[in-house]
C-alpha cells in the first residue's frame, strides 16, 4: 500500500524552462509534505515543505503547491539549472514531522 | 554547525561481525532516525527516537539495535546481518517530534554505505 506517490521516474527539461514534479497521496491525515533533492552516495537535501493550512509556498526558484481536495502537491522549479539534476523526493506526514512516507522519486535531467 | 555527520561512511562486514554505525548533530534537535535505502528505492523509516527515548520501532528485525547515548549521538549496533541488509543507511534529525504548532523538516547526513558478505 503505497501511502505517497510519484508517478513519474525520470523527467527531462531543458536549462532555463520550468520543471513539474509530481507527488499524490491517499492518507488524508497527512497534514505535512517535504521535498528532498538528492544526489547518488549522499543524503537526502531538503529543499522546501508545505503544511495543510496552506496551498502553496515559495522559496527562491522552488515553488511547492499543495492541492488538498486532490491529494495532490508538485513542486515547480523555475528557471532550471543543470545543477537541479537530481532525484526528488516527496515526503508526508501525519504528525509534524515525525515518521515521513517518502514517494519513489523522480530523477530530474537538466539539460544546457 | 547545521550538519549531521555519519561514520563510517563505507562499511563492509561478514554475517558473524558486530560493528556500529554512528550518527552526531549539534544543531540542537531532540528526534533522531535512521532509515535504509537499497538502491533504487525511497528512504525507509527503521527507528525514531525523541528525547532519547525510543518512541517508534518499524518492526525492524532484531540484529538491528538502536542506541541515543545522548541527545546529540544515535548509534546503530548490527550483528549477524544478512547479505540482504546490505543498503545505505541514513540517519536524520528535526526538532521535536509531534509539538503542537512546529512542522519541521527532517536533516539527513550524507549515509553509511554497509555491505554484507
Known amino acids: 500500500d503505497q501511502q505517497v506517490k510519484q508517478n513519474s521516474p525520470s523527467l527531462r527539461v531543458q536549462e532555463g524552462r520550468i520543471s513539474i514534479l509530481n507527488c499524490d497521496y491517499t492518507?488524508?491525515?497527512?497534514?505535512?509534505f517535504l521535498w528532498y533533492k538528492k544526489y547518488p552516495a549522499e543524503g537526502p537535501t531538503f529543499l522546501i515543505s508545505?503544511?495543510?493550512?496552506?496551498d502553496k509556498n515559495e522559496d527562491g526558484r522552488f515553488t511547492v503547491f499543495l492541492n488538498k481536495s486532490a491529494k495532490h502537491l508538485s513542486l515547480h522549479i523555475v528557471p532550471s539549472q543543470p545543477g537541479d539534476s537530481a532525484v526528488y523526493f516527496c515526503?508526508?506526514?501525519?504528525?509534524?514531522?515525525?515518521?515521513?512516507?517518502f514517494g519513489q522519486g523522480t530523477e530530474l535531467s537538466v539539460k544546457p | 554547525d547545521t550538519e549531521v555527520t555519519q561514520t563510517p561512511k563505507h562499511l563492509v562486514m561478514g554475517m558473524t561481525n558486530k560493528k556500529s554505525l554512528k550518527c552526531e548533530q549539534h544543531?540542537?534537535?531532540?528526534?533522531m532516525y535512521w532509515y535504509k535505502q537499497k538502491a533504487k528505492k525511497p528512504p525507509e523509516l527503521m527507528f525514531v527516537?525523541?528525547?532519547?527515548?525510543?518512541?517508534i520501532n518499524e518492526s525492524v528485525p532484531s540484529r538491528f539495535s538502536p542506541e541515543c547515548p545522548n541527545s546529540s549521538l544515535l548509534n546503530l549496533h548490527l550483528h549477524a546481518l544478512q547479505p540482504e541488509d546490505s543498503a545505505l543507511y541514513l540517519c536524520?534529525?528535526?526538532?521535536?517530534?509531534?509539538?503542537?504548532?512546529?512542522?519541521?523538516?527532517?536533516?539527513f547526513g550524507p549515509g553509511t554505505r554497509l555491505t554484507v558478505l
Open positions: 544543531m540542537g534537535h531532540r528526534a
Open positions: 508545505i503544511s495543510s493550512i496552506k
Open positions: 536524520a534529525s528535526s526538532h521535536a517530534v509531534g509539538t503542537v504548532d512546529i512542522y519541521n523538516e527532517q536533516f
Open positions: 492518507n488524508s491525515m497527512f497534514d505535512y
Open positions: 515526503a508526508a506526514s501525519a504528525d509534524q514531522g515525525g515518521k515521513l512516507i
Open positions: 527516537y525523541s528525547y532519547e527515548k525510543l518512541s
